[in-house]
């Protein structure tokens, strides 16, 4: 677990500064603007189809089944499941697309029924929003297949490629806007999406040979697990659906709040997206496969000590990212998007979504180890439960507090449904570990890490407020990022080794062992 770990934390990471990167090159090249907006609205439905098919499919239900099938009846039934599966959502995934396709005109307005209203264009954005929505709606078919292989390279113990894929996806659209015409405005961008789609899928293709792939053009659905994928399929969908509504939701009340808020949130939602890839779906991914095995063979009890270390691990990297994140937002916003098209009113824009956005942030990444304890487990009807109840709750309160409170209302709402969803995760999935994950050593350490980033936090201050004011070093500076992230980072560290935090000297042992291979 600790090397698929490791390769899939530098993917990732990879991934998020690329990620970031991209972030950079949009802002920098098209600003926080109402055509902007338009981009991020043609994203929702494309992503959206992909999202309620491939990725129902891979997390809760493709992998366990896979690993059991090929444990118990070897490879050739096991790729001939892969086949079919990849077949039909395939399938389902183009007449999904091609549905959306022809009712875009109708659904589009409705996502964002604000947008372009305060600039007097409404008419002609929504139409561009149309247009490249329907443009976009290859990367779901693309993606669909591609998402589908890394599931079963994932499951064959294989990340590399699988790792790769994302960094060319995002190197495709930071190409596109730097490289294609200006004339062409957020349209470059689209062609940057449909072109790291393709790369998506292209880098991985090697890697089924290597493991043995077989691939071929079945259909049938009387194999058995076949039925059984479908019937985990159904309660993820609802569960994957409820999470792009809560995306949609801060798309609709965003359009309604302003020009330029759709992309504001997209901007912080990007940033906060960063720790939360690199810190907890890095490792929930990782760790998926070995779940599935151990939970095949093994039942609840041999998940129950993977779970607990990989949700230790988590919150002891998350929970100091989230108050650092929440301390530094100014600072971390201008240092990454303040220059060319992005000024200094969209920066407050961002800055204001990710102070609320970055309370929920060790929330999103525990869900991601939370709910695949579920899945191993054959339940994807409880965590798909909670799923929509979070999603209500986050409609609830962005209808709430959006008059008031505008963008920082609609984040605030979402960290609240995220933490309530994350806490009701580890209830349930304790209680049906009979209260073993729930542990003392899982105790400790969550009360070391947040004792630990409570004092890191005491020493922020004191460092942001001996800049405030300076000329050229100010709270703001990416100077004060520096510090606040080094400085920061070197408190924690210190602290939770003080305190003989397990998940700390687990690292700082890790670390030095992997010095020392180096030199040797």
């Known amino acids: 677990m600790a090397g698929a770990a490791l390769l899939l934390g530098l993917a990732f990471l990879g991934s998020r500064l690329l990620g970031a990167a991209r972030a950079v090159v949009i802002a920098d090249q098209y600003g926080a603007t109402v055509e902007l907006d338009a981009f991020w609205v043609a994203m929702r439905l494309p992503d959206l189809v992909f999202q309620l098919l491939a990725g129902a499919t891979l997390a809760s239900a493709f992998i366990p089944v896979f690993a059991r099938v090929l444990g118990e009846r070897g490879d050739y039934a096991a790729w001939r499941l892969a086949s079919i599966v990849l077949n039909w959502v395939l399938i389902g995934t183009i007449a999904l697309s091609a549905v959306v396709f022809l009712c875009a005109h109708w659904i589009v307005p409705a996502l964002a029924p604000g947008l372009g209203e305060d600039s007097g264009v409404q008419e002609a954005v929504l139409a561009d929003a149309v247009l490249l929505t ?12 591609s998402g589908m292989l890394t599931g079963m390279l994932h499951a064959r113990q294989h990340f590399l490629l699988p790792g790769i894929s994302p960094m060319l996806y995002n190197l495709a659209i930071i190409l596109g806007a730097l490289l294609l015409p200006a004339h062409l405005g957020v349209e470059a961008l689209v062609i940057g999406v449909l072109a790291g789609s393709g790369a998506h899928l292209l880098v991985q293709l090697p890697a089924l040979t290597a493991v043995g792939a077989r691939l071929r053009p079945a259909l049938s659905l009387r194999d058995p697990a076949v039925r059984e994928v479908l019937r985990l399929m159904g309660p993820r969908m609802l569960g994957l659906a409820a999470a792009q509504i809560n995306l949609i939701a801060l798309t609709f009340f965003g359009s309604l709040v302003g020009d330029s808020s759709i992309s504001a949130l997209n901007f912080a939602w990007l940033i906060l997206m960063f720790p939360v890839g690199l810190f907890g779906m890095s490792l929930a991914t990782a760790i ?22 990989a949700l230790r691990f988590t919150l002891f990297l998350t929970i100091p990212a989230s108050v650092g994140m929440l301390m530094l937002r100014d600072s971390i916003v201008k240092t990454l998007l303040e220059h060319g098209a992005f000024d200094a009113a969209a920066t407050q824009l961002v800055s204001d979504a990710l102070l609320f956005y970055s309370v929920g942030l060790f929330a999103h990444a525990a869900i991601e180890i939370l709910s695949r304890g579920f899945y191993v487990l054959g339940d994807t009807r409880t965590p798909v439960a909670l799923a929509i109840a979070s999603m209500l709750t986050n409609l609830i309160l962005a209808a709430a507090l959006v008059d008031g409170m505008e963008l920082r209302g609609l984040a605030l709402a979402l960290s609240v449904a995220t933490i309530g969803e994350a806490v009701l995760l580890f209830a ?91 030199r040797r």
């Open 288 to 309: 998926f496969p070995t779940l599935a095995e151990r939970a095949a063979t093994g039942g609840a009890e041999a998940v129950e000590w993977m779970v607990s270390r």
């Open 428 to 518: 349930l999935l304790n209680l049906r570990l009979r209260g073993r994950l729930g542990s003392r050593a899982l105790l400790t350490s969550v009360g070391k890490t947040v004792l630990a980033a409570a004092l890191m936090a005491q020493v922020l201050f004191v460092l942001l407020t001996l800049l405030e004011g300076e000329p050229r070093f100010g709270a703001d500076s990416p100077f004060a990022l520096a510090v606040g992230v080094i400085g920061g980072g070197v408190v924690y560290g210190a602290i939770c080794l003080i305190l003989r935090h397990e998940e700390a000297s687990a690292l700082l042992e890790r670390i030095e062992q992997r010095l020392g291979a180096l």
């Open 134 to 145: 329907r443009l976009l709606l290859l990367s779901p078919i693309l993606f669909a297949v």
